[in-house]
T-cell receptor, first 113, second 115 residues
Framework: GENVEQHPSTLSVQEGDSAVIKCTYSDSASNYFPWYKQELGKRPQLIIDIRSNVGEKKDQRIAVTLNKTAKHFSLHITETQPEDSAVYFC????????????FGKGTKLSVKP | GAVVSQHPSWVICKSGTSVKIECRSLDFQATTMFWYRQFPKQSLMLMATSNEGSKATYEQGVEKDKFLINHASLTLSTLTVTSAHPEDSSFYICSARAQGGQTQYFGPGTRLLVL
């Protein structure tokens, strides 16, 4: 079935450094790739998303790149801050009319002051 | 905009009872709602997809007779966990998506503890 692999599972960086999280997907029909940030005990919050007709998208300190040929996409956070500490999930839409999301297993990002 | 609420935020119940969780889109019409469960330190596992006015589509391995889903209006979906058992204890989160959109907006989740 469809699968989304996410790496690394944990990531620790110093404040001000960059953080990169990578995901691969298996469904060639996937065309929508959102990233969510989830703080402990809270709801996932959409931070950025990209569609298959775009290779890169940036929003201030956050950027996402997509390589459809290789079926992988990445989240880049620059100038990290302690408040960026959270679990980040990538997701890929499932092909078909429902367009469900298949989530990666998450990356716990810790930003040390 | 795009606010989704969920009620209750937490519930404790005895084994064998049924629990109903509501998911509401507050400022948009959600033609599709999704129900997930999340175990501690794990990812979001899709349980089912519900479209307004039609039967829910369940993921493989999810018992449709145990997890009853109703999506009777464009702003409300409910999940009923029937005859709950301790292994059903989890964090249940809904999300909602507007017609023609791809973005899913999540509710705050419901923490269920079955004793």
């Amino acid at each position: 079935g469809e699968n989304v692999e996410q790496h690394p599972s944990t990531l620790s960086v110093q404040e001000g450094d960059s953080a990169v999280i990578k995901c691969t997907y298996s469904d060639s029909a996937s065309n929508y790739f959102p990233w969510y940030k989830q703080e402990l005990g809270k709801r996932p919050q959409l931070i950025i998303d990209i569609r298959s007709n775009v290779g890169e998208k940036k929003d201030q300190r956050i950027a996402v790149t997509l390589n459809k040929t290789a079926k992988h996409f990445s989240l880049h956070i620059t100038e990290t801050q302690p408040e960026d500490s959270a679990v980040y999930f990538c997701a890929a839409s499932r092909g078909g009319s429902q367009g469900n999301l298949i989530f990666g297993k998450g990356t716990k990002l810790s930003v040390k002051p | 905009g795009a606010v989704v609420s969920q009620h209750p935020s937490w519930v404790i119940c005895k084994s064998g009872t049924s629990v109903k969780i509501e998911c509401r889109s507050l400022d948009f019409q959600a033609t599709t709602m999704f129900w997930y469960r999340q175990f501690p330190k794990q990812s979001l596992m899709l349980m089912a997809t519900s479209n307004e006015g039609s039967k829910a589509t369940y993921e493989q391995g999810v018992e449709k007779d145990k997890f009853l889903i109703n999506h009777a209006s464009l702003t409300l979906s409910t999940l009923t966990v029937t005859s709950a058992h301790p292994e059903d204890s989890s964090f249940y989160i809904c999300s909602a998506r507007a017609q023609g959109g791809q973005t899913q907006y999540f509710g705050p989740g419901t923490r269920l503890l079955v004793l």
